[in-house]
């Protein structure tokens, strides 16, 4: 279900979203990463992913997610669920004047796709990265280096 936009700022403002980050590893054990367009976290590397819309179950949400991020749908059942996160930014989708909250399913697909077959509507860039460079660069958000620092 898409609220319009004053409906969603509003959402946005008292709670938190749901959603599902796709942490996505091909053979050579390297992280598919997007550089962000939008707000929150825009300008830095993240892994693809999305809210979950109301009335929408978590089976659903994935294969939506998956087509949309990477351009292919994949079930649930092809993933491994590695633990629920929080996200928490200063900003929001349309500006600064509040914050966001994230509760993030995470998930771990292992995936080998090409580059230029990705969708660019979230990312405008996407790069593999080693778990070396990936945990040491300033421009990989912190919220994607929880996904892979041991607990």
């Known amino acids: 279900m898409f609220l319009s936009e004053s409906k969603f700022k509003s959402v946005l403002k008292s709670t938190p979203l749901i959603s599902i980050d796709l942490i996505v590893e091909n053979k050579k054990k390297q992280i598919l990463l997007g550089l962000r367009l939008n707000k929150p976290a825009k300008g830095y590397w993240f892994v693809p992913g999305g809210r979950i819309f109301k009335d929408e179950t978590m089976v659903e949400a994935f294969s939506r997610l998956t087509k949309e991020e990477l351009g292919v749908e994949l079930q649930l059942s092809d993933a491994t669920f590695i633990g ?3 996200h928490f930014y200063d ?4 500006g600064d004047d509040f914050s966001t909250h994230y509760v993030v399913l995470g998930y771990r697909i292992k995936l080998d796709i090409p580059i230029s077959q990705l969708p660019t ?3 405008g860039h996407y790069q593999w990265f080693d778990m070396a460079t ?12 929880l996904y892979f620092i041991t607990k």
């Not at 900003?91 to 349309?94: E, H, I």
């Not at 300033?138 to 994607?144: A, E, I």
């Open 84 to 86: 629920p996160f929080e």
């Open 91 to 94: 900003d929001n989708f349309s």
């Open 121 to 123: 509507v979230q990312h």
């Open 134 to 145: 990936l945990l040491s660069v300033d421009d990989v958000h912190c919220h994607t280096k």
